[in-house]
């Protein structure tokens, strides 16, 4: 099992990565905003579903063959990259609703949790690096390594469920005083397009 050290040391940078700009987060962000606080909760659970899959990767050595495979890592991360210009495309095409229907507009929450899933799952750098990071705070002299490993990304996921939902209720709130106004809510779905085509162009051009 992991120690008290190791256990901090890893929260600690967890907390850290979590912080760092990034796709993840700024999708979160642009979710929030567009969409309210519940959807940045939904994406980030989501996410986090994601990330749990990744670990398991790390654990059963799924991760180096997409470290290895170009063909592999090349399919994931195109999947990934059409699912963002969907997004965008989306994004784009939404005009501004009356406040009084904007509930109706609003994706379902199972919708968003999938959208976060699909954006953390077919994004094949976090596995490879998950498979770099991990093994750092592993040590095989404290027990099974695949335990050691589940331990680690279930600590890497309550730090992402801290730092993204605090931004989801930061940016929903945001988002939600923003959207009173037709022409900002209009202002703001272009600007979630252009951050979804920023993380597909992002992805496509993501190498091994």
Do not use: E
């Amino acid at each position: 099992m992991l120690d008290a050290n190791t256990t901090l040391l890893f929260f600690s940078a967890a907390l850290l990565l979590a912080l760092a700009p990034g796709p993840d987060n700024l999708f979160v962000l642009a979710q929030a905003i567009q969409n309210g606080s519940r959807a940045g909760l939904a994406v980030t659970c989501g996410l986090c579903t994601g990330l749990f899959g990744h670990t398991a990767a790390v654990t059963l050595g799924v991760a180096a063959l997409l470290q290895t495979s170009t063909l592999a890592f090349t399919l994931l991360k195109t999947m990934g990259g059409i699912y963002l210009c969907y997004l965008a495309w989306q994004a784009f095409r939404a005009g501004a609703s009356r406040p009084s229907t904007q509930i109706m507009d609003t994706p379902s929450l199972g919708r968003l949790y999938r959208r976060g899933v699909i954006m953390n799952i077919c994004n094949p750098k976090v596995s490879i690096f998950f498979l770099a990071f991990l093994p750092q705070f592993v040590d095989p002299a404290r027990g099974p390594v695949s335990l050691q490993f589940l331990s680690l990304g279930g600590l890497f996921l309550l730090a992402t469920v801290l730092v993204f939902g605090g931004i989801s209720i930061s940016a929903g709130l945001v988002g939600n005083r923003a959207r009173q106004s037709p022409k900002v809510q209009q202002i703001i779905n272009r600007l979630a397009g252009m951050i979804f085509a920023g993380l597909a162009v992002k992805l496509f051009l993501t190498r091994q």
